[in-house]
T-cell receptor
Framework: DAGVTQSPTHLIKTRGQQVTLRCSPKSGHDTVSWYQQALGQGPQFIFQYYEEEERQRGNFPDRFSGHQFPNYSSELNVNALLLGDSALYLC?????????????FGAGTRLSVL | AQSVAQPEDQVNVAEGNPLTVKCTYSVSGNPYLFWYVQYPNRGLQFLLKYITGDNLVKGSYGFEAEFNKSQTSFHLKKPSALVSDSALYFCAVRDSNDYKLSFGAGTTVTVRA
């Protein structure tokens, strides 16, 4: 059983560019969340998708957007990249029901903005 | 609002000694509490959770944690640390009325042989 998979593993972009990160949830999971982990910090919640809708959003600007597909996979898009967007981006998935509260994380995408 | 504090940036212990990593939290509703571990260049691995019930929860790799409601704490413990336990540990909380996880800044654990 594959866990949460993310692609690409590493990415280098320049300021002002746009980037798309991808996530496939763990089998049987229908809820996907995205987190940003800057160097030396804990992960920060970006947003969560459930039933192809953004269910909750953290304190991130509109440059950060996402999408969830019918197969529950998800994309994170970041426009007009800033140097401060350099970070490890983590995707997490879980079953939507309240009884299943564990979020399982992928290995992340390391984004470097030059 | 919800938040987590991990007061120690680093914890150093000798192999075979007990290991404790501290965590305190703040939520407006009921807390759902989690510990994750992160190895270099890896994602977060789930260790254990407290949702409700027994205050002492046991998790993977011999780790356990004790929920203390009056002190709003959820400290991670291991009776006998291994060198392989050296990693970055994160405490996280989710308010029962919320969907997001809020993480602490992390504690780097170093176990020396």
């Amino acid at each position: 059983d594959a866990g949460v998979t993310q692609s690409p593993t590493h990415l280098i972009k320049t300021r002002g560019q746009q980037v798309t990160l991808r996530c496939s949830p763990k089998s049987g999971h229908d809820t996907v969340s995205w987190y940003q982990q800057a160097l030396g910090q804990g992960p920060q919640f970006i947003f969560q998708y459930y039933e192809e809708e953004e269910r909750q959003r953290g304190n991130f600007p509109d440059r950060f957007s996402g999408h969830q597909f019918p197969n529950y996979s998800s994309e994170l898009n970041v426009n007009a990249l800033l140097l401060g967007d350099s970070a490890l981006y983590l995707c997490a998935s879980r079953e939507g029901g309240l009884a299943k509260n564990i979020q399982y994380f992928g290995a992340g995408t390391r984004l470097s903005v030059l | 609002a919800q938040s987590v504090a991990q007061p120690e940036d680093q914890v150093n212990v000798a192999e075979g000694n007990p290991l404790t990593v501290k965590c305190t939290y703040s939520v407006s509703g009921n807390p759902y509490l989690f510990w994750y571990v992160q190895y270099p260049n890896r994602g977060l691995q789930f260790l254990l959770k407290y949702i409700t019930g027994d205050n002492l929860v046991k998790g993977s790799y011999g780790f356990e944690a004790e929920f203390n409601k009056s002190q709003t704490s959820f400290h991670l413990k291991k009776p006998s640390a291994l060198v392989s336990d050296s990693a970055l540990y994160f405490c996280a909380v989710r308010d029962s009325n919320d969907y997001k996880l809020s993480f602490g800044a992390g504690t780097t654990v170093t176990v020396r042989a």
